[in-house]
């Protein structure tokens, strides 16, 4: 196998060992997927100024994100059914960002639990949440959090509804899979796939099997979600999660300067400017595109992290550059978990830290802290 040395490297090698309903949902946005090709497109347009005869020596990237110790201002992004890119997926991407010393956020839609989540880790992790009809079932979910010690929750604003994921229902994306004839020929010319999957027994939604009204079991499950995303949510509800959580809260999903005022009058600790990865509103702007807009709005107000397009510690740069204090990834992370489990996440954060510590030194800066709009070229 060649040495992985770019996240395209692991992007390469998971489409070939990751089945394809899956990794499709991993790599594919919304509709004519505008947004997805905009989100790292526009990061190629920024250009960083070129230094000589600095100091390069003693360099340190270790930040600080809602006032938790970063090794890099960079977290893993919650990601639904990480655990169908590979087996126990949520587990092993957590252990190697607590590892690494970065944040691993756990999203609701995960197969693996949040109970399993904090059964193999000792640090607090993240945790991210979508706001169901049943407010009983999200009151639960977030003490669960409190329970399992996680240390921020990340509230995920732009799911309403669900975008059109075309790639998703043309697959007939499920977990587990459908045991059509063509899954079964896909799956089965990924044998490493399935012989993780033959040894784990978490192949559903186990924050939500078990414990949601009316789902017991994996039958009644897509019926339950399709009903349950609230389209009603609205600011109003943002205060009393936050009364029940009562610790650090994240509000995910902000792409309009009016919606990043009142994310900031929440009281919220910190606001992810994101498009959800380009999978929700198609024809949208970039998340980077609206990351100075949303800096010159309320960056004196709230900390601001961005998620969306980062493929590379050149991405990340640019980021805390016009004014980001944290980023996270997402797609970056899963390519190395279904290329090479947990190995995989440890090579991509190694792969995006190399290339932020290089890209740094040589604009000139030694430490994380002292990067600003100085570094980027104007063109």
């Known amino acids: 196998m060649r040495k992985m040395l770019t996240i395209a490297d692991l992007k390469d090698l998971a489409r070939r060992r990751v089945p394809t309903m899956f990794f499709d949902y991993a790599d594919s946005g919304a509709w004519t997927e ?81 109970e399993d989540v904090s059964s193999v880790t000792t640090k607090p992790f993240w945790f991210q949440l ?144 994101s498009n959800h990865g380009g999978r929700q509103l198609d024809g949208a702007l970039s998340s980077i595109a609206m990351l100075p807009r949303i800096v010159d709005a309320v960056g004196d107000k709230i900390e601001i992290h961005v998620d969306g397009g980062i493929r590379s510690g050149q991405d990340v740069l640019k980021a805390i550059a016009l004014g980001a204090k944290g980023t996270y990834i997402g797609r970056p992370f899963l390519y190395g978990l279904g290329a090479m489990g947990k190995d995989g996440v440890t090579t991509a954060l190694e792969i995006i830290r190399k290339e932020l510590d290089i890209t740094m030194a040589l604009c000139g800066k030694r430490n994380i802290a002292d990067v600003d709009g100085s570094v980027l070229a104007q063109v």
């Open 130 to 273: 979508y706001v169901m009809r049943d407010r009983d079932f999200v009151g639960n979910l977030i003490d669960r959090a409190k329970a399992a010690n996680c240390s921020a929750l990340v509230l995920t604003a732009d799911l309403q509804i669900l975008g059109q994921r075309h790639k998703d229902v043309r697959n007939g994306l499920s977990a587990p899979p459908k045991l059509t004839l063509p899954n079964l020929v896909n799956m089965a010319l990924r044998p490493r796939w399935c012989l993780g999957m033959l040894g784990t027994s978490r192949r559903t939604f186990r924050n939500i099997v078990g414990h949601a009204k009316g789902v017991g079991h994996l039958s009644s499950l897509s019926s339950w979600t399709a009903e349950q995303f609230d389209p009603k949510l609205s600011w109003d509800d943002v205060a009393w999660i936050k009364e029940r959580w009562g610790g650090k809260l994240v509000i995910k999903g902000i792409l309009d300067e009016e919606d990043a005022h009142m994310a900031a009058a929440t009281g919220a600790d910190a606001i992810i400017v």
């Open 34 to 114: 505008s947004t997805y090709r905009a989100n790292e497109e526009d990061f190629a347009r920024i250009k960083l100024r070129q230094r000589v005869l600095v100091d390069m020596t003693d360099r340190s990237l270790e930040s600080r994100m809602i006032g938790e110790k970063v090794s890099m201002p960079v977290a893993l992004a919650p990601t639904g059914l990480t655990g169908m890119q590979h087996a126990d997926g949520e587990m092993l991407a957590a252990q190697a960002a607590e590892a690494f010393g970065v944040p691993f956020t756990l999203s609701t839609m995960s197969i693996c639990s949040i």
